[in-house]
């Protein structure tokens, strides 16, 4: 069973607008959660990284929430740009363990 | 500039041989990890290694192989033995041995197998 479960797995957004991406989480015990963005064919690039204490942290556009709680994370993207067309993958990572949980993606595409 | 470089970008591979994928980095990081990636899929761990000389079996070891006899270097060799090679393979490092910091990546290298 997928740890990390992301929705939704795609959309389509109009250029300038703004979008929410889910992120539901069964790690346990929490230690930390992230935001990677990846261009088709290209490496993951950080967006944020959040800890148990953090439920909010912006990066530019990006703004991420984190509920440790309900164990739900959103990435919020403010006034979508044709750049922002990529999949943001969210990944989650817990005490005691070398290993890290990742979801399939949101794929984002904007259109002009 | 401080980043992971893997090469090649683009393989192709016939069946029965092996390839070696190269991560390097020069971040001075401790751990780092090689990762397969495939559509509608999470990225599933390889192998990982968190100090020279010394590395670990992912989820999906089986049919890879690795050496770390350089802290900046942590080559992926695909053998035979992998039945369905055709992937997108990231390269990550980390400082430390765990999994609190923040966690770079290459740009990847894309395996095909003809």
């Known amino acids: 069973k997928n740890q990390v479960e992301q929705s939704p797995q795609s959309l389509i957004i109009l250029e300038g607008k703004n979008c929410t991406l889910q992120?539901?989480?069964?790690?346990?015990?929490?230690?930390?959660l992230r935001w990677y963005k990846q261009d088709t064919g290209r490496g993951p690039v950080s967006l944020t990284i959040?800890?148990?204490?953090?439920n909010t942290k912006s990066n530019g556009r990006y703004t991420a929430t984190l509920d440790a709680d309900t164990k739900q994370s959103s990435l919020h993207i403010t006034a979508s740009q044709l750049s922002d067309s990529a999949s943001y993958i969210c990944?989650?990572?817990?005490?005691?363990?070398?290993?890290?949980?990742f979801g399939k993606g949101n794929q984002v595409v904007v259109i002009p | 500039d401080g980043g992971i470089t893997q090469s090649p970008k683009y393989l192709f591979r016939k069946e029965g041989q092996n390839v070696t994928l190269s991560c390097e980095q020069n971040?001075?990081?401790?751990?780092m990890y090689w990762y397969r990636q495939d559509p509608g899929q999470g990225l599933r761990l390889i192998y990982y290694?968190?100090?020279?000389?010394?590395?670990q079996k992912g989820d999906i070891a089986e049919g890879y192989s690795v050496s770390r006899e350089k802290k900046e270097s942590f080559p992926l060799t695909v053998t035979s033995a992998q039945k369905n090679p055709t992937a997108f393979y990231l390269c990550?490092?980390?400082?430390?041995?765990?999994?609190?910091?923040?966690?770079?990546f290459g740009e990847g290298s894309r395996l095909t197998v003809l």
């Open positions: 990550a490092s980390t400082i430390g041995g765990g999994t609190t910091g923040e966690l770079f």
């Open positions: 992120c539901n989480y069964t790690v346990s015990p929490f230690s930390n």
């Open positions: 959040m800890t148990f204490s953090e």
């Open positions: 990944v989650v990572s817990w005490h005691g363990n070398n290993r890290l949980a």
């Open positions: 971040l001075n990081h401790d751990a």
């Open positions: 290694s968190q100090i020279v000389n010394d590395f």
